[in-house]
């Protein structure tokens, strides 16, 4: 029968992850004339080639960001100067000010920023943050008759406020004057404010262009402190903020933001601010010296035990989530007063509101991406291919965090990802995440009348909707989606810069990779493959962590490196051969530092063909039909079978296929072959066990038939 034909394999049977790699063109010779120029690493050469960094001038400029003469931001900002007077006048007046936020880090960092630089300028100054759950984003009418009920004089809008129109007239109207700044996509019509800063309102070519909410904030700060004479001492606490607010809102790390953000990064360990220090600390970034003992509130927080520069990652996995978790489903006043407060006790208590506020946000997105996985696979896993969007709404589900859970089920399932809580049996609010050639916001659009509010960019969004429209949301971005996607792209992308060898694994290369920093959006950590390298080791740590040890033996010398796969206990246990893609870490443990390997793509090392990063290659690799492959039909075990030998692999394959559709592949000189319907989601087995062998041998002989001398140098390989 066929079961016992193609029995289930014990071993190697969870499938691996569903990817296409795309390698970027390799230029040697262009990356050996750049590295003798800049005296960098080959390598590290072609990792700026594939940033578009191709001429010396442009490679300094990349590598030492001082070297870049700015302009002046009241240059490039048209209502930078109105907005300086107007907070000027206000300070001189001791009129009201007050900031209306936004609940995410890049929010809640620009208020604090805000608030320190401008009391400290003598303003009196208050701030107020929308409710996540009751408001939504942005300023509203409700926040601002508030500010006029409490003799507010101007308002001072941070990361929001470019769309809101209506709200901002009705502060003109009540009296009020109203600066907004913000970095968010500009509307049709710019509310009626009396200046808005915004950097999608200057050229793109403009240094400044990049800049995320904090980054405005940063610059409203300085350019006042600057017309006051009172910029000593600012300058330092407001660039920490600024680093740790644009690193955890993505913002492009280019231009000025790559300039500050690497400044900032050497600012924050040593950071004078309370609460900088205590999140640090809570975080676990803060070494512990010998002796030392831990954080208490009677313990005066030191920085002189972590002198290092943070690395982006630092933000990105420790500080930053800890801040918008608090954001996302608690109160962000506890964020405010940890980056505003001069009081060693209450950064430390606030710190540790943040660090339990996070770990409840964990236990939630695990909690609610189990759900979503059960619901997907009973639901709509058959149907995703067709679909091309997964749309999955579900009740009780906290809306602060089914954002996470969107990315981490694109991350699974390799197609746009809409999914919503219901807020009451009436209406529906949810959030959206992207892969690469899908633009989350034009399918918003697409679909904007059947939404209530919707806004976001080509990579997220965030939307409400009448939960009666859901069955014509589901049809229309399944429509939008089959205009921009092919089968081809419904798997997650692995963009690859190059490839190297465990050898030229070391410290020089980690530290010449320390030049491209700080990575981040839009400039990248480089990414990395080796191929047909073996898994000596494995196991599970921690929360479904895969702990590995690699092995590659290159001119009869083994070298092996640690390595770690994190999320991936579903694809446990991995292949004992394989090819993968991985970013460089450094691993600290015991007073040792070593590099080890973040494990970011795998694949079976019979496709380590060179693949073109502007022509991906076809998910479908055991379709390609090679010329005259040899091949017939044979009867086994009352079964009836295919199987030929096909050449356009080397060496070549012998394949079987059962009734069902699933194939054998077996390679000569190989104990290890491959079943499944296609290469994505194969199976490794070992084809000396008697039900393989006995159905190899059967094919063989079929096939013999037809060619023996064929037959015979196929074997001649084994």
Not at 369 to 392: G, H, K, N, T, W
Not at 477 to 493: D, R, T, V
Not at 552 to 560: A, L, N, P, R, W
Request: proline content about 7%.
């Amino acid at each position: 029968m066929v079961e016992q034909a193609f029995p289930k394999p014990t071993n190697f049977n969870k499938p691996l992850p569903n990817q296409r790699w795309e390698i970027y063109p390799q230029q040697p010779q262009l990356a050996e004339n750049l590295g003798q120029v800049t005296n960098l690493l080959p390598i590290i050469s072609q990792l700026l080639i594939n940033r578009g960094i191709k001429t010396p001038e442009a490679a300094k400029a990349f590598l030492d960001p001082e070297s870049i003469v700015l302009p002046s931001p009241l240059d490039e900002f048209p209502d930078l100067e109105e907005s300086v007077e107007l907070l000027q006048q206000a300070i001189a007046s001791q009129g009201k000010i007050a900031i209306c936020g936004d609940y995410d880090a890049d929010g809640m960092t620009s208020t604090a920023l805000l608030l320190r630089s401008l009391r400290s300028l003598g303003a009196q100054i208050n701030y107020a943050i929308p409710s996540r759950m009751h408001d939504g984003y942005g300023i509203n009418n409700r926040i601002v008759e508030e500010f006029h009920r409490e003799n507010v004089k101007l308002i001072l809008t941070v990361d929001n406020g470019i769309s809101a129109y209506e709200p901002i007239a009705r502060a003109r109207q009540l009296g009020l004057n109203v600066i907004v700044t913000d970095h968010h996509d500009l509307p049709l019509q710019l509310p009626p404010a009396n200046a808005i800063l915004n950097p999608k309102l200057i050229p793109e070519s403009s240094p400044y262009r990049s800049l995320a909410g904090v980054g405005v904030a940063y610059i409203l700060a300085i350019s006042l402190a600057q017309k006051l004479k009172q910029v000593k001492g600012l300058v330092e606490p407001m660039l920490a903020l600024f680093t740790l607010g644009t690193i955890a809102d993505l913002a492009p790390l280019t231009g000025v933001n790559r300039r500050w953000v690497k400044r900032g990064l050497k600012i924050l360990p040593k950071s004078n601010l309370p609460g900088i220090k205590a999140l640090i600390q809570v975080a676990g970034l803060q070494a512990i010296q010998d002796g030392q003992k831990e954080l208490t509130p009677k313990t005066p927080l030191s920085s002189s035990s972590n002198s290092k520069s943070l690395k982006p990652e630092d933000i990105g996995f420790r500080l930053g989530p800890r801040i918008n978790a608090v954001g996302r489903i608690g109160d962000p006043q506890i964020v405010i007063e940890l980056l505003t407060t001069d009081d060693t006790e209450v950064a430390l208590a606030r710190a540790l509101e943040c660090e339990s506020t996070n770990t409840r946000r964990q236990e939630m997105c695990e909690e609610i991406e189990r759900e979503a996985i059960l619901y997907v696979e009973s639901e709509f896993v058959s149907s995703l291919s067709q679909d091309r969007v997964l749309v999955i709404v579900q009740p009780h589900w906290h809306h602060g965090v089914i954002g996470i859970v969107a990315s981490r089920l694109v991350e699974r399932y390799g197609v746009p990802v809409f999914i919503g809580t219901y807020e009451n049996n009436e209406k529906i609010r949810g959030s959206a995440r992207g892969i690469p050639e899908f633009n989350v916001f034009a399918a918003l659009q697409y679909c904007h009348n059947l939404l209530g509010k919707f806004g976001g960019h080509k990579a997220a969004g965030g939307f409400s909707l009448p939960a009666q429209n859901l069955p014509m949301l589901r049809c229309r971005l399944s429509e939008f989606a089959h205009q921009c996607l092919e089968l081809q792209h419904l798997q997650p992308l692995i963009k690859i810069d190059t490839q190297v060898d465990f050898n030229q694994i070391n410290q020089q290369l980690y530290q010449h990779i320390n030049y491209l920093h700080p990575c981040g959006m839009e400039n990248p950590d480089p990414l990395f493959w080796t191929f047909n390298v073996a898994i000596v080791e494995q196991k599970i740590i921690g929360k479904g962590h895969i702990k590995l040890t690699f092995s590659q033996t290159i001119h009869s010398q083994q070298y092996k490196i640690q390595a770690i796969a994190w999320r991936w206990q579903q694809h446990f246990p991995l292949p004992p051969q394989v090819d993968i893609a991985y970013r460089l870490r450094e691993n600290h443990f015991n007073g040792n530092t070593t590099i080890q390997l973040e494990l970011v793509g795998i694949r079976l090392p019979h496709q380590h063909q060179a693949i073109n990063y502007q022509q991906p290659p076809s998910s479908h690799l055991f379709s390609h039909s090679p010329p005259s492959p040899l091949t017939t039909n044979f009867e086994y075990d009352q079964g009836h079978y295919t199987c030929g030998i096909y050449h356009n692999h080397l060496p070549p394959e012998l394949r079987i296929k059962n009734p069902e559709g699933n194939i054998l592949v077996i390679q000569p000189g190989r104990t290890i072959g491959l079943l499944g319907k296609n290469r994505q989601e194969c199976v490794q087995v070992d084809i000396c066990q008697p039900q393989y062998n006995k159905i190899i041998k059967a094919a063989l002989k079929a096939l013999s038939s037809l060619s023996p001398e064929s037959i015979f140098n196929f074997k001649q390989m084994s």
